[in-house]
């Protein structure tokens, strides 16, 4: 399965508490209305206007 990558388009918080500016990239799993996103390990509930897919070139470099 390819790595699906996305970028958040407002704040999220995610399971931990940690909230995520917008432009944080994420790594998506599922489709549809809601998804799973994930930062750093921490699990973000994410639906389909929170997010944007990027391809891996959009990925700032580390």
Same mark, same amino acid.
Do not use: H
């Given at each position: 399965?390819?790595?699906?990558? +996305?970028?958040?388009?407002?704040? &999220?918080? /995610?399971?931990?508490?940690?909230?995520?500016?917008?432009?944080?990239?994420? !790594?998506?799993?599922?489709?549809? +209305?809601?998804?799973?996103?994930? &930062?750093? /390990?921490?699990?973000?509930?994410?639906?389909?206007?929170?997010?944007?897919? !990027?391809?891996?070139?959009?990925?700032?470099?580390?």
């Amino acid at each position: 399965m390819t790595r699906r990558l +996305g970028k958040l388009l407002v704040p &999220v918080s /995610g399971l931990s508490g940690t909230s995520y500016p917008e432009g944080t990239p994420v !790594t998506i799993r599922g489709t549809g +209305g809601s998804v799973d996103g994930f &930062v750093d /390990g921490d699990w973000l509930p994410l639906a389909w206007w929170e997010f944007a897919d !990027t391809q891996p070139d959009d990925t700032p470099p580390t």
